[in-house]
């Protein structure tokens, strides 16, 4: 039997965009600046949860991340339709500081952790 398997990555981040030219136009600067990069993962099972990313995913992500940078990570575990004909869901939001990286990791393990226990729960 086959199921339906839904993941969602959704990056977000404000971009800001400075242009500088001197006198002569000679030369024009383009600074490109990310900030308040966030991260919102959607699963809808314990197996989507294990596929869908691991701690080593969110490392990387935070090194290509400058200093000083404002991040969230947020998930949402759908589960299963109530007798209200609603579904059930649980959505964990961190939100940290790329130079604090070893704390927001260790909360998004947490986050991580409380969402496998939601579906061992259910």
């Keep these: 039997m086959k199921t339906a398997f839904t993941i969602l990555f959704l990056f977000l981040a404000t971009i800001s965009v400075a242009q500088s030219q001197n006198s002569d136009h000679s030369k024009k600067i383009q600074v490109t600046k990310v900030t308040d990069f966030k991260i919102s993962v959607v699963v809808n099972s314990l197996n989507e949860i294990k596929r869908t990313f691991t701690m080593n995913d969110i490392k990387d992500i935070l090194n290509d991340l400058p200093e000083n940078e404002n991040v969230s990570f947020e998930m949402i575990c759908n589960g ?25 990791l260790k909360t998004i393990e947490k986050v991580r952790q409380g969402a496998i226990n939601y579906y061992k729960s259910k």
């Design 80 to 104: 299963k339709e109530m007798s209200d004909n609603k579904k059930s869901s649980v959505s964990y939001k961190v939100m940290g500081n790329v130079d604090d990286r070893r704390g927001f």
